[in-house]
């Protein structure tokens, strides 16, 4: 997951100017390039490195640890002045001051010729100084153990998010923009991607009330404001844990799993009343997936489905606030606003696209359905039919054939080395420098360029820790010795060696001079978190089920696409493109590693009746994703679980359950050989959002009738066959 994160694993927060950080298909033209290199690995044993080998090491046994280095002492992220969170206030603090004397520079850019060939260069500039923190804060908040911290973090965010919306309103930036524009000597003078880098501050500028009236502007930071707000609110509110739900242990007879379920009996007979089953648990999964009893699996699905009036509202307002601010600039939706410089370009796009995979995707679902309801009638003795309902769904379904074991560590080892010329290099981190001891620090090492980023891992679960998978981009690559931060006047700041000493020193420690590369570059640093069971003394090293070994290809997907996109502008640098391509250099990490011919081992080449429903539902979840982002959210009527019951009753597979509202849990709301590897590389994840994402994928695909990405590419794409055996996922 991208958490954008909020959360979608890369930071989100709304992509205006100053920005942070789809479904899943194939065209068969895709197939070659990952059969290709399946075909090489089924051959070729990559022999492990040292580095391979302190990894397995490190991941795999619980006494080992890089990440407290006792001879040196920092603070996050190698930031000296973090080390505890009231310097993330001060930090903040002397970032709007710089960032304040940058936009005034802007502002006088009309002045001279030189300062207007270099607008495009300062308001990335600017963007970065604000992302740098904001990023940085949106990883601390959620990942954090120390409250404190976290709420430094949040502080923080909110107040640069507010300076920013502020920013991404203001006429005269836009006004100085607009002449850079106009300006066809300056145009023919920069590079392709600063021409880029200048348009999404462009159509973002054009997107924010830019040409509105004043009162209108400020309607829309207001409104920009609350949504934000609403959103960190609504975001609390899909974590939180739901109340438990009474089960009789007499419910609990036959089942299925004898381990848990008699330890959960005694416990019953022992304390000599109900048992709490709290949805999300262990116990829970367990009455789910082995309780022959359909009451208490169908209490438990209440109860995981469950929402307060308070968390729908929040929901609902959100949506109303974001149709509010689409209609102040002229948009008919928040899903038109949104998907306006999207690869998909509008709702009616992506609604046709949605229904070509829904008919695509329906002939399995009705025999998995059938296949499902022969089961129910044979276990409850029915008449023919029976209907699936939602809690039959784990019951029924056969379980996942065991797949061979891989460790969080042997699922990193080799691939990367052998697809791009990099490998993971496990370095200690400095006392303070990461959040928690389990938080392992790697160095990615280019053979040739020596080390290009960091990745933190945060793998195993914790109490307190997020739940599920996310890619968070840290810090963006972009270069740095070009900023010219001599003309921005810092020092007509008042006392200003001391009041931006802690930005100054942040910014600092992000540059680095790659060996042969001109210039010098902020290297991109990442952290994936994940909840993966931790090893012990007892129970050995951790043993990753197959959706585990996917998820951490996802995210290392995200991962190396942050690495290798390597560009002059933040803007534009790794998974800061459009965000209907962000998932694609991960979801070919998904489909390699799915592959029948790929050297790994997948247990998914049975017959899984219950993979085509799951995707089916993925599908149906983005379908209702754009009837919340529609001009229905204005109508006073409008009801957020009435519409996911009709949909759910009209287009679905399986009756919605009354009393219940998942919407409130739907947190999306806020060749492989060497060859190919280097094409895949040069042609997709170098350019990061550099380049039109159609021209990349007609480019990889040899496919020119691809390029213009009008609706009839979309068409296209649309006609693409749908792998049956990897299903839409929802991870960002």
């Known amino acids: 997951m991208l958490a954008n994160t909020a959360r979608n694993g890369l930071p989100k927060c709304p992509r205006k100017i100053f920005r942070f950080q789809g479904c899943l298909f194939e065209n068969d033209a895709f197939r070659p390039i990952y059969r290709r290199y399946a075909a090489t690995q089924a051959t070729l044993t990559i022999p492990a490195s040292v580095d391979d080998r302190t990894l397995v090491t490190l991941f795999d046994e619980p006494k080992n640890s890089f990440s407290s280095s006792s001879w040196s002492h920092t603070g996050l992220f190698g930031h000296p002045s973090l080390t505890h969170p009231r310097a993330l206030i001060s930090l903040t603090n002397a970032t709007l001051l710089r960032a304040?004397?940058?936009?005034?520079?802007?502002?006088?850019?009309?002045?001279?010729?030189?300062?207007?060939?270099?607008?495009?260069?300062?308001?990335?500039?600017?963007?970065?100084?604000?992302?740098?923190?904001?990023?940085?804060?949106?990883?601390?908040?959620?990942?954090?153990?120390?409250?404190?911290?976290?709420?430094?973090?949040?502080?923080?965010?909110?107040?640069?998010?507010?300076?920013?919306?502020?920013?991404?309103?203001?006429?005269?930036?836009?006004?100085?923009?607009?002449?850079?524009?106009?300006?066809?000597?300056?145009m023919d003078s920069i590079g392709p991607e600063a021409k880029q880098t200048a348009l999404i501050f462009w159509r973002d500028f054009e997107k924010s009330a830019i040409n509105l009236p004043p009162a209108q502007r400020d309607k829309f930071v207001s409104l920009s404001s609350e949504i934000l707000v609403l959103g960190r609110e609504f975001q609390r509110g899909v974590v939180a844990p739901r109340p438990p739900v009474s089960i009789r242990p007499e419910e609990l007879s036959g089942l299925k799993d004898q381990g848990m379920g008699v330890r959960l009996q005694l416990q019953a007979r022992f304390t000599k009343r109900d048992l709490l089953v709290y949805p999300g648990s262990l116990q829970a999964q367990m009455i789910m997936r082995a309780a022959p009893d359909e009451e208490p699996r169908r209490r438990v699905f209440v109860a995981t489905q469950s929402s307060t009036p308070e968390q729908i509202q929040i929901l609902e307002t959100m949506l109303q606030k974001r149709a509010e601010l689409s209609r102040l600039v002229g948009c008919q939706s928040f899903a038109h606003l949104t998907l306006d410089d999207k690869m998909a370009k509008s709702p009616e796009n992506v609604n046709h696209f949605l229904t070509a995979l829904m008919d695509h995707t329906a002939p399995a679902v009705k025999s998995a359905l059938h296949a499902l309801s022969l089961r129910k009638q044979e276990h409850l003795n029915t008449p023919p039919s029976p209907i699936i309902q939602a809690w039959d769904r784990d019951f029924y379904c056969p379980p996942e054939p065991p797949a061979p074991p891989y460790s969080t560590a042997l699922t990193h080892t080799g691939l990367f080395r052998h697809l791009y010329g990099i490998s993971l290099r496990p370095v200690h981190a400095a006392s303070g420098e990461v959040w928690h001891t389990d938080v392992q620090k790697l160095e990615v090492v280019d053979e040739k360029q020596g080390i290009i980023g960091w990745i933190y891992a945060d793998l195993f679960a914790r109490r307190g820790k997020p739940g599920g998978a996310a890619h968070y981009t840290v810090r963006c690559s972009r270069r740095t010795d070009d900023d010219?931060?001599?003309?921005?006047?810092?020092?007509?700041?008042?006392?200003?060696?001391?009041?931006?000493?802690?930005?100054?020193?942040?910014?600092?420690?992000?540059?680095?001079?790659?060996?042969?590369?001109?210039?010098?570059?902020?290297?991109?640093?990442?952290?994936?978190?994940?909840?993966?069971?931790?090893?012990?003394?007892?129970?050995?090293?951790?043993?990753?089920?197959?959706?585990?070994?996917?998820?951490?290809?996802?995210?290392?997907?995200?991962?190396?696409?942050?690495?290798?996109?390597?560009?002059?502008?933040?803007?534009?640098?790794?998974?800061?493109?459009?965000?209907?391509?962000?998932?694609?250099?991960?979801?070919?990490?998904?489909?390699?590693?799915?592959?029948?011919?790929?050297?790994?081992?997948?247990?998914?080449?049975?017959?899984?009746?219950?993979?085509?429903?799951?995707?089916?539902?993925?599908?149906?979840?983005?379908?209702?994703?754009?009837?919340?982002?529609?001009?229905?959210?204005?109508?006073?009527?409008?009801?957020?679980?009435?519409?996911?019951?009709?949909?759910?009753?009209?287009?679905?597979?399986?009756?919605?359950?009354?009393?219940?509202?998942?919407?409130?849990?739907?947190?999306?709301?806020?060749?492989?050989?060497?060859?190919?590897?280097?094409?895949?590389?040069?042609?997709?994840?170098?350019?990061?959002?550099?380049?039109?994402?159609?021209?990349?994928?007609?480019?990889?695909?040899?496919?020119?009738?691809?390029?213009?990405?009008?609706?009839?590419?979309?068409?296209?794409?649309?006609?693409?066959?749908?792998?049956?055996?990897?299903?839409?996922?929802?991870?960002?």
């Not at 990883?139 to 409250?147: E, K």
């Not at 107040?159 to 203001?170: D, K, S």
């Not at 690495?563 to 390699?592: K, W």
């Open 100 to 186: 304040q004397k940058l936009t005034d520079r802007i502002l006088r850019a009309r002045e001279s010729r030189d300062e207007l060939l270099k607008v495009v260069k300062n308001l990335d500039r600017l963007s970065d100084l604000l992302c740098g923190v904001i990023d940085l804060s949106e990883l601390v908040r959620n990942a954090h153990p120390d409250r404190v911290w976290a709420d430094a973090a949040n502080h923080a965010y909110e107040a640069l998010c507010e300076f920013m919306n502020v920013l991404n309103t203001h006429v005269g930036l836009y006004e100085v923009l607009k002449a850079v524009l106009s300006d066809q000597h300056i």
């Open 484 to 732: 010219d931060e001599s003309g921005d006047r810092l020092e007509e700041i008042p006392d200003y060696e001391r009041s931006i000493r802690e930005s100054v020193e942040f910014e600092a420690v992000k540059r680095h001079r790659l060996p042969g590369q001109e210039g010098v570059y902020q290297l991109p640093l990442v952290v994936l978190l994940c909840e993966f069971a931790r090893p012990s003394i007892s129970r050995g090293p951790t043993v990753l089920q197959w959706h585990e070994v996917n998820t951490l290809f996802h995210e290392m997907g995200h991962a190396m696409h942050s690495m290798i996109g390597r560009t002059e502008y933040q803007n534009v640098a790794g998974t800061r493109c459009a965000t209907d391509f962000v998932e694609l250099p991960s979801i070919l990490m998904e489909h390699f590693l799915n592959s029948p011919d790929s050297a790994f081992t997948s247990p998914n080449h049975h017959v899984d009746p219950c993979h085509s429903i799951d995707t089916y539902q993925q599908i149906l979840l983005a379908a209702l994703d754009q009837i919340y982002h529609s001009p229905d959210v204005l109508d006073k009527n409008f009801d957020s679980t009435v519409e996911y019951a009709k949909l759910q009753n009209t287009r679905g597979i399986i009756p919605y359950v009354p009393g219940t509202s998942f919407q409130t849990q739907f947190g999306h709301l806020f060749g492989y050989c060497r060859r190919l590897g280097e094409r895949y590389k040069d042609e997709i994840l170098r350019f990061g959002g550099g380049r039109d994402p159609w021209k990349m994928v007609s480019a990889i695909l040899s496919s020119p009738e691809l390029e213009s990405g009008d609706a009839e590419s979309m068409r296209r794409v649309g006609n693409w066959r749908i792998e049956d055996e990897v299903g839409l996922s929802g991870r960002h």
